[in-house]
Each structure stands twice: as C-alpha cells, then as structure tokens.
C-alpha cells in the first residue's frame, strides 16, 4: 500500500470518528434536555399518569 493510500485511509478514519463524537454529541445534548425537565411539571405528569393507571385497574388494588 502506498503512502499516499495510507494517509488517505487515516484521513478516512478520523472524518470517521469525528462524525461517531458530533453523534454522541448531539445524543448526550438530547439526554440531557430529557434529563433537565422542570421538576414540578414531571411531579405532575406522574400523579396524573398514576390516577389515570389506577382509575382503569380492573382490580380494586391500586398499581401505585
């Protein structure tokens, strides 16, 4: 294999690489968006998911 073949190879392989981290990148950023939600909206969301999974039971034990 030649020099030139190489170089172009190892240039290959870094663009590579570079596009896997911008990927990462982008995925660590939505994670974190997800993550990060206002606490008091997540608090309500969750009780209204919980009354709506206990009213549906077709037992009268709760779910939560």
Do not use: Y
Not at 39 to 62: G, I, M, V, Y
């Amino acid at each position: 294999m030649s020099e030139t073949t190489q170089s172009n190879l190892c240039i290959d392989e870094i663009a590579d690489i570079s596009d896997h981290h911008k990927t990462i990148d982008k995925i660590i950023g939505s994670l974190k968006t997800l993550l990060d939600g206002d606490e008091q909206e997540q608090r309500e969301t969750f009780a209204f998911l919980q009354q709506s999974l206990d009213e549906d039971r077709p037992s009268t034990r709760n779910l939560f």
